[in-house]
């Protein structure tokens, strides 16, 4: 402030005494932000002045507040039509915003059109300063590859269907709600460092075999785990004399009452069926079962679940998995909704599971030898032999030098995402020779050739020329987006070839989303666009809520993601986001909605009854626990979420005067009475009448998800109701609605704002960058191209993988 009142005093006329002091700290309230960026980029007179459309605008609506004689204020007058230099892009972008999300002028408002016209002139000028800069340096920079994006890579290349990176690598951290952001994706030596660690222990840890493992078939005994040091939610089992075992809701691990096991690890890795039979105790409901694999190697995570099973009570009913084991890891049953209580005695009365006859059929191998061997030693002579208790393997140097190095070329030619080059190919097999040159050992030296091909830029790092992509950044660039992993033969083969042409890439993008694997791009695009990651961050007051439970919440994940898939695989129109007359249900969410007749534990989609309050992403139960605390509501986080997440609107924060809303009622005022008081406050009414009509229609659901009429409140050890739930408000234009319903309704009488930010966030997630100015003529032609299909999902994103949003850098 102290700049911008000394920059203003060098170039300004004197403070005008009659201008009102009042009226002016409010305006300053709203500007603060432009004030200390403007305070940063003083502007330069011989710069050219605002044009007349533009100059007329601040003369009818800002300078009253705003021109060369405001001390300590903005100065519009003395800015500089400029857009040459970071600081006055950013200064002009958040100008052009504050206009158009109505946050200035904060009285007597222009009309629709004078702003329209404002923001027309405004957004081209920014749109012609971006083009400028892509130009020179593409949307994006060069990026190092997710988390989970590395993992992925890792396990296609070995044909591994478990390896736990995360366990390794830094936590990716998310901008803009995305991890694939490129203000996010930074890199240092603690990177560099935990990707050597991560491929020296994978390398080292792959099995091996000199000859196919036989299969059998036997019995498996439950022994009780007395000690173990493997951490993971488990329910406490009993094992009765007769070999049956016995789980149960609550009680706590005590020496009577442990995690139940077998009586042997998994030999080799394979494809096994295990079948094994149950049924509930204690109950008339039906139970959960999990089987769970406990990882003893770095291939997989320490707890794996590997499928889930509905048992009813009455007699025992027969069940039967084809899972895939890894070696050297246990199995264990498991009740997942187990809750720990201090006195062990109370298990013998609760809910539970009896499981009887387990036997395990394998290994079966689709394909001989596993794919990880085939990659790493190809035809080389390998043997074997075991070393306290676990299985050892060498390679016998037998093999010619030839086919070594060979095996070095194939094996990077399959991690790279584009052709080798002569000096590529033959630095790696320099390195092998060294290296064995030294050691004489030819398993280790393969082994560090192997980790310095997964180590190299070139494997962990996204690089992509300015201007219109090249064949192979094109075909990686899908690949990344719609399977989260690099590109497979086919599509390298095209990009040499030179064959990735616009209608041929629309045919590639239908393969890869018909493929099961484009079920990482479902699962991980709508975890971070709909922050589903923060499922698990608060837990439900179990007083309150005790129907909450983790596998519920898991169900509703899945609900999420499976309808998001739905909307793509029958090209349903991006409304569907917001209502519905379908969601994708099984027995457990069916019940928790409150609708009756379905069965089974498969999310399914099912026709929702007239007028029922589901229907969309946004009144699924995942979404609505994501926006509560676990306790209580408040409309404030739901509408926030709702405006930024649907929307895509801006919403700064709030000035630091004004002190946050509460949701709890002190002082007697009700919820909707103490936001009225909040809004009072003229700082944060024009951000409140958008916010609060989202947020008071939501309030018909709780914090985990469900329905209500009338609020909980903590009575003794439990709950009573108290107050009945008002869901009615007022659109920001004055359009009223009653309920959850009817806001919808309103909301989807402008789908097109719908599928501008579902494009918006497409774009981030597959390029790292969101839309800007200059991208708006072709956000529009996605979407005019997109009309005839209803703004089909899977319509929006074949267009936007046409446009130049996706195949330009």
Not at 173 to 193: G, M, N
Not at 478 to 483: D, G, H, V
Not at 724 to 744: C, L, R, T
């Amino acid at each position: 402030m102290d700049l911008e009142r000394n920059e203003k005093q060098k170039n300004t006329i004197p403070y005008s005494a009659g201008h009102d002091a009042k009226r002016n700290a409010r305006m300053k309230r709203w500007w603060t932000p432009l004030i200390v960026l403007a305070a940063s980029c003083a502007p330069s007179h011989a710069a050219e002045k605002p044009p007349a459309s533009i100059k007329a605008f601040f003369e009818q609506h800002c300078y009253d507040c705003h021109d060369a004689g405001q001390e300590g204020d903005l100065n519009l007058e003395g800015r500089a039509w400029t857009f040459s230099d970071a600081d006055s892009f950013e200064f002009w972008k958040k100008l052009y915003f504050a206009v158009k999300d109505e946050r200035m002028p904060p009285e007597e408002r222009p009309g629709h059109h004078a702003s329209e016209r404002f923001l027309n002139a405004l957004g081209k000028e920014l749109g012609k300063a971006e083009k400028r800069i892509e130009r020179n340096d593409g949307r994006a920079v060069a990026r190092r590859l997710t988390v989970r994006e590395f993992e992925n890579n890792v396990k296609d290349l070995l044909g591994l269907p478990y390896f736990d990176a995360a366990s390794f690598l830094p936590e990716d951290v998310a901008k803009h709600s995305f991890t694939k952001s490129q203000d996010s994706l930074e890199f240092s030596s603690v990177h560099l460092e935990s990707y050597m660690e991560s491929n020296q222990t994978l390398l080292d840890s792959l099995d091996v075999y000199e000859s196919k493992p036989e299969s059998t078939k036997k019995a498996m005994r439950f022994v009780p785990f007395a000690k173990t040091k493997q951490k993971g939610d488990y329910s406490p089992g009993i094992l009765k004399e007769n070999g049956e075992l016995l789980l149960f809701t609550n009680g706590y691990a005590s020496h009577k009452t442990r995690r139940p096991g077998f009586d042997s690890r998994i030999e080799a890795t394979g494809h096994y069926r295990i079948t094994f039979q149950a049924k509930a105790i204690q109950t008339e409901e039906p139970q959960l079962l999990a089987l769970v694999s406990l990882g003893q190697s770095v291939r997989q995570k320490p707890w794996v679940d590997l499928c889930s099973f509905y048992v009813a009570p009455g007699e025992y009913q027969s069940f039967s998995k084809k899972i895939w084991l890894e070696a050297d890891s246990d199995l264990t049953f498991t009740h997942p909704n187990a809750k720990h209580r201090r006195n062990a005695t109370i298990i013998l009365t609760q809910p539970g599971l009896a499981i009887s006859e387990v036997k395990l059929e394998g290994p079966f191998y689709d394909e001989w030898p596993l794919k990880r061997q085939q990659v790493l030693w190809g035809d080389l002579p390998i043997s074997t032999r075991i070393v306290n208790e676990r299985r050892r393997y060498a390679v016998r140097p037998a093999a010619s030098t030839k086919a070594i190095h060979e095996l070095i070329r194939r094996f990077a030619a399959s991690a790279y995402s584009h052709k080798l080059t002569i000096s590529e190919r033959q630095l790696y097999v320099d390195l092998f020779d060294r290296s064995f040159a030294e050691t004489q050992h030819l398993e280790e030296s393969l082994l560090t050739t192997y980790k310095a091909i997964l180590s190299s830029p070139t494997f962990i790092y996204k690089i992509e020329e300015g201007g219109e992509l090249s064949q192979y950044d094109l075909a990686n660039r899908l690949s990344y987006f719609l399977w989260n992993s690099k590109a497979d033969r086919e599509l390298l083969k095209l990009a040499e070839d030179g064959k990735l042409s616009r209608k041929t890439l629309a045919q590639q993008a239908s393969r890869l989303l018909d493929d099961p694997r484009s079920m990482r791009f479902v699962s991980d695009f709508a975890e971070q666009w709909l922050n589903l990651d923060e499922l698990f961050l608060t837990d439900p007051d179990s007083r309150l809520y005790p129907e909450g439970n983790k596998p519920l919440f898991l169900f509703m994940k899945d609900e999420t993601t499976l309808f998001l898939n739905d909307l793509i695989k029958r090209d349903l129109s991006v409304s569907n986001v917001v209502e519905s007359n379908f969601a994708m249900l099984n027995e457990p969410l069916a019940k928790h909605y409150g609708i009756d007749g379905v069965r089974g534990l498969e999310l399914r989609p099912i026709v929702l009854p007239e007028g029922h309050e589901r229907g969309g992403i946004i009144t699924q139960g995942s979404v609505l626990k994501v926006t509560a605390n676990g306790t209580v509501t408040s409309p404030i986080p739901r509408g926030v979420w709702f405006l930024e997440t649907m929307l895509g609107t801006h919403l700064p924060l709030p000035p630091n005067e004004v002190p946050a809303f509460e949701p709890e009622v002190a002082e007697g005022f009700s919820l909707r009475e103490g936001l009225k008081r909040h809004q009072s406050e003229e700082a944060c009414a024009s951000c409140h009448k958008k916010i609060d009509p989202p947020g008071f229609a939501f309030e018909s659901f709780d914090p985990i998800g469900r329905y209500r009429d009338q609020y909980r409140v903590h009575h003794k050890n439990t709950f009573k109701l108290d107050g009945d739930v008002d869901s009615s408000g007022h659109m920001s234009d004055g359009s009223p609605f009653g309920n959850i319903q009817e806001f919808q309704q309103l909301v989807l009488r402008d789908k097109k704002a719908i599928a501008e930010n579902f494009v918006d966030k497409l774009s981030i997630y597959a390029t790292g960058t969101s839309l800007s100015f200059s991208d708006r003529d072709e956000l529009d032609r996605i979407i005019q191209a997109s009309v005839s299909q209803d703004l089909g999902v899977k319509t929006i994103i074949l267009n936007f993988i046409d446009s130049d949003l996706f195949r330009r850098k």
